[in-house]
Nanobody
Framework: VQLQASGGGLVQAGGSLRLSCAAR????????TGWFRQAPGKEREFVAA????????DYRNSVKGRFTISRDNAKNTVYLQMNSLKPEDTAVYYC??????????????WGQGTLVTVSS
């Protein structure tokens, strides 16, 4: 499975961005798909995840109410809608997919990162 992440950019605090993660090589099927991020000098952290079958979701506390993860079966793509962005959301965002039962990982497949920069 190849994952292609896109949608990052520069936005002012309070603004919005939508990240996309498209799968190539197979459908997501019964996979879980997650978004992680890594800020400069910090460890990678879980952001949000969705199970393709059933649609159950999980979010880290700091993004609840601001970020929404969703999927488009026809496009085999997962989205992360990010609203009310804060400077502390600045990071490289990665999408991941896997067959694990735990939405927070571990994950088998990783896409390249997409940089999100939120200016104050």
């Amino acid at each position: 499975v190849q994952l292609q992440a896109s949608g990052g950019g520069l936005v002012q605090a309070g603004g919005s961005l939508r990240l996309s993660c498209a799968a190539r090589g197979r459908t997501f099927g019964d996979f879980a798909t997650g978004w992680f991020r890594q800020a400069p000098g910090k460890e990678r952290e879980f952001v949000a995840a969705i199970r393709w079958s059933g649609g159950s979701t999980d979010y880290r506390n700091s993004v609840k109410g601001r970020f929404t993860i969703s999927r488009d079966n026809a496009k085999n793509t997962v989205y992360l809608q990010m609203n009310s962005l804060k400077p502390e959301d600045t990071a490289v965002y990665y999408c991941a997919a896997g067959r694990g039962s735990y939405l927070r990982g571990p994950y088998d497949y990783w896409g390249q990162g997409t940089l999100v920069t939120v200016s104050s």
